[in-house]
């Protein structure tokens, strides 16, 4: 059953502040709120994102925080506008890494890995995604996604014919069969059991698990990664991990060899990332470490938990190495998951701190990418923390939310689809708990 209670914890927002904010939303018929709301108060103006982007306004959330209505009102515009954007032949598209500046969603070809990421939205922002309101979009979506991956050739690395495309380009040359995987996966823990598109999912994501796995380098990467190699490979190990998940067939190999690529970005005792493959950029480094350490560092904190309800470790003991042997595990695996454990909190806090969260000193599409792999970690991670980052990072995404709903960047990936897809995936997160805590 999947979890969809909202965030209580959510600081209220002051009434006058409320007033203001929401009738700068539309609701989803469009309309906008009452005059008499919108001058109930004396106005709170937004950060001008023009001037935040020239470094002449800092871009601080912490004059304002948002209730969980104005959250929901907040992912409730962007699914308006989202669904508006989807194209006729199912898909969605981020266009030409070389025309930045077009922003009509119906302007550009669709892609497969934008039609991904938008539609794992859907799934996550949807209660019984393939039976309710956005069911027909759904459907639309996946078979584009099916059709791009079963009519390509078998020794291609990916699945679509476009090329330099925004996502392609600053994430990877392959990034559009790395997403498809992953929504392949969260599409199949959506599905009842006798759903007819069960089968033809399980096919093509077998497909795009072989493309993914051979496009594998030597260190544990990923190849032709973009600008900021780092981002694909975390998402391909993602990709994996969830496959597996699901009881797909996964070259356990090719996992370990990815998970330790991620570990080697981030150096615990010196708190310090690797940023060479992260286009020199901490936050793309140190939220790719964490989320890649995340499912090992569950695995490690839940077999010490279980540990001392045996009786077999004290109850005040941590997880370290010599605990984890103790717990049960060998030297070589008490070893590897005590340092993910390590790599993950180190990393998930590091990518809270106000220097890491500029990311490259304005919002683009992978400043939103690696804010929501950071609170997908510290989800899977276990515990509160997860709650007070989304706080902040809520309060930070409906601030720069566009009138119509979207959101877009203002560097590299600049589409308002890729964008608006990632925010309501990092805005619902608390809706997906239970998937991204899957392990096996």
């Known amino acids: 059953m999947r979890t969809s209670k909202p965030i209580a914890a959510l600081l209220s927002f002051a009434a006058c502040t409320a007033l203001v904010a929401l009738a700068a939303f539309r609701d989803h ?8 709301e919108a001058h109930a108060c004396a ?6 994102v023009f001037r935040t982007f020239l470094g002449l306004e800092p871009f601080d959330t912490s004059r304002v925080t948002f209730d969980n209505t104005l959250v929901e009102a907040s992912i409730r515009n962007g699914l308006n ?3 508006q954007a989807q194209q006729r032949d199912g898909g969605w598209g981020s266009g030409s890494h070389y025309k930045q500046d077009l922003r009509d969603p119906h302007a550009v070809p669709s892609d497969p890995a934008s039609t991904a990421l938008t539609a794992m939205s859907l799934l996550r922002t949807g209660e019984k995604p393939f039976e309710g309101k956005y069911a027909a979009s ?9 059709a791009a991956v079963n009519n390509s050739p078998t020794q291609q690395s990916n699945i679509t014919q476009l090329t330099n495309t925004q996502p392609q380009t600053k994430l990877g040359r392959n990034i559009d069969v790395i997403l498809t995987a992953q929504f392949f996966s969260n599409a199949l823990h959506n599905l009842d059991g006798n759903n007819e598109l069960k089968e033809p999912i399980e096919k093509a994501l077998a497909i795009c698990i072989d493309k993914i796995q051979r496009g594998q380098d030597r260190d544990g990467g990923w190849k032709d990664g973009g600008w900021a190699p780092v981002l694909q490979s975390a998402l391909a190990n993602n990709a994996l991990e969830s496959a597996k998940d699901m009881g797909m067939r996964v070259d356990e190999k090719v996992l370990e060899r990815s998970r330790v690529y991620q570990k080697s970005n981030y150096d615990v005792k010196t708190q310090s990332p690797a940023t060479d493959k992260a286009a020199g950029v901490l936050l793309y480094s140190v939220s790719s470490s964490a989320r890649a350490s995340a499912k090992e560092a569950r695995i490690a904190k839940d077999s010490i938990e279980y540990a001392k309800k045996t009786g077999k470790l ?16 060998s030297r070589a695996d008490a070893q590897k998951y ?3 454990y390590e790599i993950q909190g180190a990393a998930s806090m590091r990518a809270q701190d106000k220097d890491v969260i500029s ?3 304005s919002n683009g599409g992978e400043e939103f990418l690696s804010y929501l792999m950071t609170g997908e970690s510290l989800v899977i991670g276990g515990g509160n923390d997860w ?17 119509d709903g979207s959101w877009n960047g203002h560097h590299c990936i600049t589409s308002p689809v890729f964008c608006t897809a990632t925010c309501l995936l990092i805005l619902s997160i608390d809706k997906d708990i239970d998937f991204l805590i899957k392990i096996k």
């Open 338 to 340: 005590s340092t993910a």
């Open 138 to 146: 759904l459907q639309k979506a996946v078979k584009y996604l099916l």
């Open 29 to 36: 018929t469009g309309n906008a709120a009452s005059k008499s």
């Open 359 to 361: 990311g490259f000193g």
């Open 314 to 329: 004290d109850a005040k003991a941590k997880v370290t190495e010599d605990n984890l042997v103790k717990a049960g595990f």
């Open 43 to 48: 106005p709170v103006s937004k950060p001008c």
């Open 387 to 403: 709650k007070s980052w989304y706080e902040k990072m809520s309060g930070r995404l409906v601030q720069i939310q566009n009138n």
């Open 81 to 83: 506008w989202i669904i």
